[in-house]
């Protein structure tokens, strides 16, 4: 069987920042997009990312929800997340990515991203005004140095909106 590698066994931590240090929680977050959105997650959060298999489309459920992904024998929930946040669906090809978010939370649960940008250090970000109809797992913004501006995605929130977890159509 392959030895399975999850993208924070090859990274080193350094220890957390503080809410003074600018309100991240982990000193390195991954950079993913999702449709014309930028968003960020903390590497602890991130899971795994993978390759988007072939997915098994599921009848009756929202339009966002994309089906269910086998990786490795089990099986993910798969929520195509620009799609999910209003936007255009994720095409599936070569840059399309899951994103397998809930492993940490006992949840699994994968999102369908259009393509990874890579990790981002927390100094290099700078906190935008808190988005006052944002949902909660996405209140934080920022922006980066070359003024592109970003989400900071709340795994654990997103797993308990409501609206997330219910996908019956």
Not at 120 to 129: C, F, G, I, S, T
């Amino acid at each position: 069987m392959p030895h399975r590698t999850r993208l924070t066994d090859t990274q080193e931590l350094p220890p957390p920042r503080s809410p003074e240090d600018g309100g991240v929680a982990a000193a390195t977050l991954l950079g993913f997009q999702a449709g014309e959105e930028r968003w960020l997650t903390p590497l602890t959060d991130a899971g795994e990312i993978v390759s988007t298999p072939p997915l098994a489309r599921a009848p009756l459920t929202c339009p966002w929800f994309a089906g269910l992904a086998n990786v490795r024998g089990t099986l993910y929930a798969v929520s195509d997340f620009a799609l999910f946040r209003g936007g255009e669906a994720t095409p599936h090809n070569s840059h399309a990515r899951l994103l397998l978010i809930g492993a940490r939370h006992g949840v699994n649960a994968a999102l369908l991203v259009s393509r990874l940008i890579g990790l981002r250090k927390p100094e290099a970000l700078h906190a935008n005004v808190p988005t006052v109809d944002a949902p909660v797992w996405a209140a934080q913004s920022f922006r980066d140095n070359d003024g592109h501006d970003w989400r900071c995605l709340d795994v654990a929130g997103l797993l308990a909106d409501p609206r997330f977890l219910e996908i019956g159509a």
